[in-house]
């Protein structure tokens, strides 16, 4: 995990943040996503359909927490039926922490995707290019409306364009592979049909959480999109020629 980075405080949290709302003493009520963001497990079907019941594609199925009165350590249990949120629009007002809002999470200096390629600035038309993405998870600290906030942010999809017309989103970002493997094909690797010069372009879509005043981390509703730094290929053609020449005879000759 990347070290924690220290953000200068904002002038104020976004219209829905509740400016001035104070924090409880005592374990709080927070918000999680009633839906794995990935859709990983058996409950993704459900849960697809579930979350298209918010009516709009950025809505979040959310599921409200509290704390069982007694236990030690605090034990949170889930409260009512999971209810849509939308991105910069207040929650219902279980929970006396202030929001985290998109448009704070889209504040944050987030750090960007590096673009590898494997088997480096020039490749080969009509073999497997292994591009790649090198991200992972970041932190930081806010302090907003007198509020301490502590941020977690992790790559949810990486949405690719390969700079020939062909585009991929994939929720792995692929990693380098040996160079015995170089030419396979991986999960985000991409032949090129023609030779040239070419951009790989590259957004990140990251998801979040968020603690208040050392409060339980609850769920960023939104994402944040953040574009790479574009990587330039060539893409060259092979060649196969034919020498009468013996190299060991002579070692001068053609295609020694």
């Keep these: 995990m990347e070290a924690e980075r220290t953000v200068p405080g904002m002038d104020e949290l976004g219209e829905s943040g509740g400016k001035g709302r104070g924090v409880?003493?005592?374990?709080?009520?927070?918000?999680?996503?009633a839906?794995?963001?990935?859709?990983?497990?058996?409950?993704?079907?459900?849960?697809?359909?579930?979350?298209?019941?918010?009516?709009a594609e950025d809505g979040e199925l959310m599921q409200l927490m509290?704390?069982?009165?007694?236990?030690?350590?605090?034990?949170?249990?889930?409260s009512g039926a999971p209810e849509c949120q939308f991105p910069n629009?207040?929650?219902s007002g279980a929970a006396a922490a202030p929001a985290f809002t998109q448009r704070e999470f889209r504040r944050l200096p987030i750090a960007p995707a590096k673009?590898?390629?494997?088997?480096?600035?020039?490749?080969?038309?009509?073999?497997?290019?292994?591009?790649?993405?090198?991200?992972?998870?970041?932190s930081f600290s806010v302090t907003l409306a007198g509020h301490e906030f502590s941020i977690r942010t992790r790559p949810l999809e990486y949405h690719w364009d390969y700079g020939d017309g062909t585009t991929l989103i994939s929720a792995a970002p692929g990693g380098p592979v040996p160079e015995s493997r170089w030419g396979e094909k991986t999960v985000t690797s991409h032949v090129y049909t023609a030779t040239g010069d070419v951009q790989v372009g590259l957004t990140t879509v990251?998801?979040?959480?968020?603690?208040?005043?050392?409060?339980?981390?609850?769920?960023?509703?939104?994402?944040?999109e953040v574009d790479s730094q574009p990587r330039a290929l060539s893409i060259w053609r092979s060649q196969v020629k034919l020498y009468a020449d013996d190299c060991n005879v002579n070692p001068a000759g053609e295609g020694c």
Excluded: M
Excluded at 24 to 33: K, L, M, S, T, V
Excluded at 36 to 52: F, H, I, M, N, V
Excluded at 66 to 78: L, M, N, W
């Design 206 to 224: 990251f998801v979040g959480e968020y603690s208040v005043d050392g409060g339980p981390f609850q769920a960023i509703v939104g994402t944040a």
């Design 35 to 55: 839906c794995p963001t990935d859709y990983s497990d058996l409950l993704g079907p459900l849960c697809s359909e579930r979350k298209a019941e918010c009516g």
């Design 66 to 78: 509290v704390p069982v009165p007694g236990t030690a350590p605090v034990r949170y249990e889930k």
């Design 115 to 138: 673009i590898g390629a494997q088997p480096g600035r020039h490749t080969l038309k009509g073999a497997e290019t292994n591009i790649y993405a090198e991200s992972g998870e970041q």
């Design 24 to 33: 409880a003493e005592g374990p709080q009520p927070y918000w999680q996503r």
């Design 89 to 91: 629009e207040p929650p």
